[in-house]
Nanobody, 126 residues
Framework: VQLQAYGGGLVQAGESLSLSCSAP????????MAWFRQAPGKEREFVAA???????YYADSVQGRFTISRDISKNTLYLQMNSLKPGDTAAYYC?????????????????????WGQGTQVTVSS
């Protein structure tokens, strides 16, 4: 199932940005959902995830600055990014899985997700 991510842009350090991800025809409530990012020349890395139960997981690098959430009525996943840093510059991808995981570590692995959206670019200038 194709996901659609949007909301990226160019901001200055310290500013905020909100990303959205929609899943046409696929109820987000039934899924484990996540955001990953990939900077040029680097591997894709985990950013945040939300379990079907509502549990939230964050990479240490974004803990306290980013918030993942979803609006069931709008079938949309969000990533609110505050206090952005130049190191947050990357293409951001939303991902989803029909599976429910018992291990916390599973939410951090890109291989746990089988649906991906196209990337939306976030650029943070210093």
């Amino acid at each position: 199932v194709q996901l659609q991510a949007y909301g990226g842009g160019l901001v200055q350090a310290g500013e905020s940005l909100s990303l959205s991800c929609s899943a046409p025809g696929r109820p987000l409530m039934s899924n484990s959902m996540a955001w990953f990012r990939q900077a040029p020349g680097k591997e894709r890395e985990f950013v945040a995830a939300i379990a079907r139960s509502g549990g939230e997981y964050y990479a240490d690098s974004v803990q306290g600055r980013f918030t993942i959430s979803r609006d069931i009525s709008k079938n949309t996943l969000y990533l609110q990014m505050n206090s952005l840093k130049p190191g947050d510059t990357a293409a951001y991808y939303c991902a989803g899985s029909q599976r429910v995981y018992t291990r916390r570590s599973s939410y951090y692995q890109s291989s746990s997700y089988d649906s991906w959206g196209q990337g939306t670019q976030v650029t943070v200038s210093s």
